[in-house]
């Protein structure tokens, strides 16, 4: 039976997605089978940001409606091995389905894989609520700002009263060299203030911007590949190491890059 986790966040525009994808694709990196579930309906940008939207034959509706079954909307991914998605059709929203819609399909198929990673809408609507009763794993996608941080509590709150038993933080868009001055939040504060563990730390990186332009994968060497690495290891076996986004950023050439990055 598949580990089935559920990727959420309080706000849009947090990269929940990126996150998403880049988790799942160093997973199968790892020798994982992994299906990532786009439930993300209506909004669903899964298979563009995988760059396999030309692929996507019958989709979740499909699959409700009964014009396939669920193994037969899976697509294969164009360039990792064991990496699987269950796209969502931009057209049409579930309002009024049973809310066991989603959890009976991931049912008939979740024994063909190690990993099933659920995109959920972000907020807390009725998408979001949809999704609840999947699994009891998640992890919450966050940035180091304020405003992140008070809409992420409130998923937390509602995962942690619905009986969810193992919850994480991954931190996206962080700026070392801001870190480094001491004018961005720091993960300890983020941990105190969400009551959770940091599962993981994504810098900011054009590589991302890039895979969301293009499609497909993160180029090897840049540091949101590095960081997304660390977080499937964390995520695979339960022993948390984070990427140091300030790293680069001190020292004397430290200082260079960030002088320059404040000109940029």
Known sequence: ???????TSGKGGVGKTTVCVNIGTHLSKLGYSVLIVDADFGLNNLDIVMGIENKVVFDIHDV??????AKQAVI??????????LPASKDVTLT????????????????AYDYIIIDCPAGIDKGFVRTLNITREAIVVTTPHISALRDADKVLR?????GFDIINIVV???????????????ITFIEEYLH????????????INNQLLLGGDIHEGSTSYTAFKKIAKSVSSNKIELYDCTRRYKGFVGAIRRKLRKLS
């Open 158 to 162: 509602i995962l942690r009263s619905v």
């Open 196 to 207: 959770e563990s940091v599962v993981g730390v994504v810098p900011e990186d054009d590589e």
């Open 76 to 85: 294969e991914d164009y360039y990792n091995r064991n990496l699987y998605i």
């Open 96 to 111: 009024g389905t049973n809310t066991n819609v989603l959890s009976n399909i991931i049912a008939e198929i979740e024994n």
């Open 172 to 186: 996206n868009r962080v700026r070392g060299d801001l870190l480094v001055c001491g004018e961005s939040i720091d």
């Open 1 to 7: 039976m598949a580990r089935k986790i559920l990727i």
């Open 64 to 69: 409700i409606q009964g014009r396939c079954r």
